[in-house]
Nanobody, 115 residues
Framework: QVQLVESGGGLVHPGGSLRLSCAAS????????MGWYRQAPGKQRELVAV???????DYGDSAKGRFTISRDNAKNTVNLQMNSLRPEDTAVYYC?????????WGKGTPVTVSS
């Protein structure tokens, strides 16, 4: 079993920055992928960014050029630095870990971008 705990969400003005963190614990196997997804009210959950254990990254279109994902394999943490935030970035952000065909989700941390 894997547990994922997110932190760092909150309220920020448009143009501001936030840093989300996710700590993973439990039976974590090598070769897993960690990442962030988000779900806005009334919308489907969408990819924000993912990163492999080797550091290869992939970003959703809305995150490219503004968000940066990073990870610390020794600490089993993944971070998301979000810059130039927009109101449309408002959503609940979920941490995800997957290995093979199995995945786990955190409970989510809300991000609100508003003036």
């Amino acid at each position: 079993q894997v547990q994922l705990v997110e932190s760092g969400g909150g309220l920020v003005h448009p143009g501001g920055s936030l840093r989300l963190s996710c700590a993973a614990s439990g039976a974590i196997f090598s070769g897993h992928i960690m990442g962030w997804y988000r779900q806005a009210p009334g919308k489907q959950r969408e990819l924000v960014a993912v990163i492999t254990s080797g550091g290869i990254t992939d970003y959703g279109d809305s995150a490219k050029g503004r968000f940066t994902i990073s990870r610390d394999n020794a600490k089993n943490t993944v971070n998301l630095q979000m810059n130039s935030l927009r109101p449309e970035d408002t959503a609940v952000y979920y941490c995800n870990l997957r290995v093979g065909g199995i995945e786990w989700w955190g409970k989510g941390t809300p991000v609100t971008v508003s003036s």
